[in-house]
Structures are given as C-alpha cells and as structure tokens.
C-alpha cells in the first residue's frame, strides 16, 4: 500500500512542478454552441435557438434525475450484495426497480421532441427532412471519398466557441 500511495505522491509533485514550468493557466468558461450552420439552414432566430436549448436542458436534467435513482438503487444492491444478503426478493425488487428506472429514460426523448419542434414554423419543420437524408447520406458520401469518386467538401469555418490560449513557457536562450 506504502508504494502506491508513494507512487501517487511522486505524481502529484511532478505534475505540481510541470505546471508550475509552464506558468499561470487563467480557467476560460465554455460557452454554448451558437449553431450557425443549424441557424442559416433553418433560418432561426436567436429566441427559438434560446428555447431548443432551455428543453434540450430540461431533457438532460430529467434524464440525469433518472440516471441517479439509477446509481442509488444499484448502489444498494451492490451492497446487498457485498454484504452477502439471503434477501432475494429485496435484490429482484432493486433489479426490477433499476429495470423500470432504465425504460424511463426512452420516454423523455419523445415529449422533448414534440416541444422541441413545437417551436419551429411549418416551414421549418419541413426542411428537418433535408437534415435527416443528409445523415443518411454521409457514411456512403464517406466511403466514396474514401475511394476517390468525389471530393472530400471544403474545410468549414471553425466554431466560434472560445479556446485558452496558450501558455509557452519562457524561452531561455540555451539551446
């Protein structure tokens, strides 16, 4: 155990001292996509992309409510089960429970959906089936790049999502 937590503190000491070479690391927030391709395709406006992600949010926040139980009902069947428990019908319920618990997480994606496309106009709606032939298109467009029948497309603008710049150590002349 002494050489692991050994091994551990070495690490941690090397790792402090490297980043303390390399010097100040300011934290950046991260920002939200923008979706400007999804935007000018769809022609959105900045309040219905402020609404796809406030119900994309309320989605993933059901979700993760869901993924807790999830995590505290196996939590106490994994110690049920440590614990070497004769208590089958408590184990079945857990595992029934979990079970039920994992078929809930399928249903959130429908009632979102049908928010999520509540907020888009009619002519909206209709062009999302331009979207999902072009998902359907991409692994054969793929393979025939692959095999030189067409070009791959123009590099696109990167996104606009804000990256730390980097922080070069000092030169010191020595070389």
Same mark, same amino acid.
């Given at each position: 155990?002494?050489?692991?937590?050994?091994?551990?503190?070495?690490?941690?000491?090397?790792?402090?001292?490297? $980043?303390?070479?390399? +010097?100040?690391?300011?934290?950046?927030?991260?920002?939200?996509?923008?979706?400007?391709?999804?935007?000018?395709?769809?022609?959105?406006?900045? =309040?219905?992309?402020?609404?796809?992600?406030?119900?994309? =949010?309320?989605?993933?926040?059901? %979700?993760?409510?869901?993924?807790?139980?999830?995590?505290?009902?196996? &939590?106490?069947? /994994?110690? $049920?089960?440590?614990? +070497?428990?004769?208590?089958? *019908? @408590?184990?079945?319920?857990?595992?029934?429970?979990? /079970?039920?618990?994992?078929? %809930?997480?399928?249903?959130? /994606?429908?009632?979102?959906?049908?928010?999520?496309? &509540?907020?888009?106009?009619?002519?909206?709606?209709?062009?999302?089936?331009?979207? *999902?032939?072009?998902?359907?298109?991409?692994?054969?467009?793929?393979?025939?790049?692959?095999?030189?029948?067409?070009?791959?497309?123009?590099?696109? &603008?990167?996104?606009?999502?804000?990256?730390?710049?980097? *922080?070069?150590?000092?030169? @010191?002349?020595?070389?």
């Amino acid at each position: 155990m002494k050489p692991l937590f050994l091994a551990i503190a070495i690490g941690c000491l090397l790792v402090s001292l490297l $980043l303390a070479q390399i +010097g100040t690391i300011t934290p950046t927030t991260i920002t939200q996509p923008v979706y400007t391709q999804l935007k000018a395709f769809l022609n959105l406006t900045d =309040a219905q992309v402020q609404s796809l992600i406030q119900i994309q =949010a309320n989605r993933t926040a059901a %979700q993760q409510a869901i993924y807790k139980q999830i995590n505290d009902k196996q &939590a106490q069947l /994994n110690l $049920l089960l440590n614990q +070497g428990t004769s208590h089958a *019908v @408590t184990v079945s319920q857990l595992e029934i429970d979990i /079970n039920n618990l994992r078929k %809930q997480l399928q249903i959130p /994606n429908t009632s979102h959906r049908t928010s999520a496309l &509540a907020v888009l106009t009619p002519d909206q709606t209709a062009k999302l089936a331009d979207l *999902v032939r072009a998902l359907q298109l991409q692994q054969p467009a793929w393979q025939a790049i692959t095999l030189n029948l067409i070009d791959a497309p123009a590099p696109t &603008a990167p996104s606009p999502v804000s990256m730390p710049p980097m *922080v070069m150590p000092a030169e @010191t002349g020595r070389w």
